[in-house]
T-cell receptor
Framework: ETGVTQTPRHLVMGMTNKKSLKCEQH?????MYWYKQSAKKPLELMFV???????ENNSVPSRFSPECPNSSHLFLHLHTLQPEDSALYLC??????????????FGPGTRLTVT | AQSVAQPEDQVNVAEGNPLTVKCTYS??????LFWYVQYPNRGLQFLLK??????LVKGSYGFEAEFNKSQTSFHLKKPSALVSDSALYFC???????????FGAGTTVTVRA
């Protein structure tokens, strides 16, 4: 596997379910990100991890819980979601998160539908 | 606060014609600017970036972008568009020492044969 991978690619869940999204980067980066992409809206940054430490949390509801066990893996745990949480969830990674000139590399995303 | 505006939701061009996708930005200090492309059911792919130096930046797949500090713009260009360039294009800006990469809403490019 190369680049950034995400599983599952598609997920349908009820509002009372608990599920997790997984992201893995094979680029040797030390920063990882979760974004939410909704139709006709700019990408929304949710969480940033630098060397497994959360450095940014953009006022995301507690029903989204991130976990970064090491610099290659990132999870997003989902619980008691709402229909408006249906979106494409993108994971990204980069080198040196504090250095603005490094580009981010994105995974293919998980298409989440909350019923 | 930093922000990006992509004034056109959609751009339509004929194959072989020049393609321009517009982007303006707002950020404190020097900007770090990026263009990404997204194909259907895929993540974002990095095209090019401006950090410093020459105002004309060359990137992947024949794309280039021109940084204009006075107009706070970073327009994406391609001299001769291909049908395969049809996709969703995002401009993004980041300030120095800022974790946050702010994206525009995206511009859908359609290249007709």
């Amino acid at each position: 596997e190369t680049g950034v991978t995400q599983t599952p690619r598609h997920l349908v869940m009820g509002m009372t379910n608990k599920k997790s999204l997984k992201c893995e980067q094979h680029l040797g980066h030390n920063a990882m990100y979760w974004y939410k992409q909704s139709a006709k809206k700019p990408l929304e940054l949710m969480f940033v991890y630098s060397l497994e430490e959360r450095v940014e949390n953009n006022s995301v509801p507690s029903r989204f819980s991130p976990e970064c066990p090491n610099s290659s893996h990132l999870f997003l745990h989902l619980h008691t979601l709402q229909p408006e949480d249906s979106a494409l969830y993108l994971c990204a990674s980069s080198q040196a998160p504090g250095q603005a000139f490094y580009e981010q590399y994105f995974g293919p995303g998980t298409r989440l539908t909350v019923t | 606060a930093q922000s990006v505006a992509q004034p056109e939701d959609q751009v339509n061009v004929a194959e072989g014609n020049p393609l321009t996708v517009k982007c303006t930005y707002s950020v404190s200090g020097n900007p770090y600017l990026f263009w990404y492309v997204q194909y259907p059911n895929r993540g974002l792919q990095f095209l090019l970036k401006y950090i410093t130096g020459d105002n004309l930046v060359k990137g992947s797949y024949g794309f280039e972008a021109e940084f204009n500090k006075s107009q706070t713009s970073f327009h994406l260009k391609k001299p001769s568009a291909l049908v395969s360039d049809s996709a969703l294009y995002f401009c993004a800006v980041r300030g120095y020492n800022d974790y946050k990469l702010s994206f525009g809403a995206g511009t859908t490019v359609t290249v007709r044969a």
